[in-house]
């Protein structure tokens, strides 16, 4: 995924740590410093531009609205002040809202953009993992030298470049370990050991 950033020079991250939990090391992020410059860049892209909006002209997300997607979009994001700015929605293709019920029409922009997001993928489920291969392979190396922690692992897990894994079609725990709190591996150890020398500990009562 791609994301274009639009804010002044002077921010030196445009990133809370806490929030991302650093996965936007695995996102391919640049930042403009004006408006004009964003739009450009994505018209350069040939990517048509749809953009969030609230007034009665935005078009709300549903299949009967949005039947097609073009084969690359930009979907734009406001401040959480003001929204979008008049030069992006007058470059917009589209105007697009999150129908939602109840008394609330707007959200913080996390949520918003996490509920377009996933609207998206609801509408068009093809677009799920619809990356170039390459892509796909240096995401993956980026993720699993992250999850390594020893050089036996990570040359393991290297295999797996070559032949990735199959896609999980369910990531849900089985139903034997819902509820079952996550343990670190040196904690589960430690706990291992110490049942192992109570087991040995009764056995010579």
């Known amino acids: 995924m791609y994301?274009?950033?639009i804010s002044p020079e002077t921010t030196k991250n445009a990133f809370a740590s806490k929030i991302t939990r650093k996965n936007e090391k695995?996102?391919?992020i640049t930042q403009f410093s004006s408006t004009t410059e964003c739009i450009a860049a994505?018209?350069?892209q040939n990517a048509?531009?749809?953009a969030t909006d609230l007034s009665p002209e935005a078009i709300p997300m549903n299949k009967e609205n949005l039947q097609v997607l073009p084969e690359r979009v930009a979907i734009v994001f406001g401040n959480e002040t003001s929204g979008c700015s008049e030069e992006i929605l007058q470059a917009s293709d589209k105007t697009i809202?999150?129908?939602m019920g109840g008394?609330?029409?707007s959200l913080n922009l996390s949520v918003a953009a996490a509920l377009v997001l996933n609207k998206l993928?609801?509408?068009?489920?093809e677009i799920r993992g619809d990356l170039p291969e390459d892509k796909k392979s240096e995401i993956r190396e980026k993720w699993y030298f992250g999850l390594a922690r020893t050089e036996k692992r990570w040359a393991k897990w290297q295999t797996y470049l070559e032949t990735p894994?199959?896609?999980l079609e369910n990531i849900r725990k089985p139903a034997e370990e819902r509820g079952m709190a996550f343990v670190p591996a040196k904690i589960q150890q430690r706990l291992e050991i110490q049942a192992k020398l109570m087991e040995e500990a009764s056995s010579n009562e």
């Open 165 to 167: 894994p199959p896609v």
């Open 121 to 125: 993928f609801l509408l068009f489920p």
């Open 48 to 50: 048509e531009i749809w």
């Open 97 to 99: 809202y999150y129908p």
């Open 3 to 5: 994301i274009y950033i």
């Open 42 to 44: 994505i018209k350069e």
């Open 103 to 105: 008394f609330c029409e």
């Open 26 to 28: 695995y996102l391919e």
